[in-house]
């Protein structure tokens, strides 16, 4: 299983090819996401028809909640890269610490926003070529 990121969803909402093949390579079953990427993908779509895919997704996912482990987590990632002075948006590190209070490997796209995770999440942070 892997936990994939808010973008890699959206793109395979949106029928992109890329993210269908990276998706398919876990299978259905081995597709878990946040409950912030959750949020991320509720406030971002807006109609009626977005929102009956989105519960079709949500009820065939496993979604993991931000909890305490995962809070400490993403806090200790905040410290980090604070102290390294390469602060990262919230949602970001909110995920990331949920990914690993899970034992789970985290797949994203986006280079932008996970390359300084590297160093902290190691072998479970999977960043996709272009």
């Known amino acids: 299983m892997a936990v994939f990121d808010t973008n890699i969803i ?3 909402l949106r029928g992109k ?3 269908a093949t990276v998706i398919s390579e876990y299978g259905t079953e081995g597709i878990a996401i946040t409950a912030v990427t959750g949020y991320e993908l509720i406030k971002g779509y807006v109609g ?3 929102e009956a895919k989105l519960n079709e997704l ?3 996912i496993k979604i993991y909640p931000l909890d305490s482990i995962a809070m400490k987590h993403a806090g200790r990632l905040y410290r980090e890269l ?3 002075g390469k602060l990262k948006k919230e949602a970001d590190l909110l ?3 949920i990914a690993i209070a899970n034992g789970e490997t985290l797949v994203t796209d986006d280079k932008k926003d996970f390359s ?3 160093g902290a999440m ?3 942070l999977v960043i996709l070529k272009e």
């Open 17 to 19: 090819e890329r993210a």
């Open 48 to 50: 009626v028809a977005e």
């Open 122 to 124: 190691g072998n479970s």
């Open 10 to 12: 959206i793109d395979y």
């Open 58 to 60: 949500f009820s065939r």
């Open 95 to 97: 995920i990331a610490g």
């Open 82 to 84: 604070k102290g390294a």
């Open 116 to 118: 300084e995770l590297t």
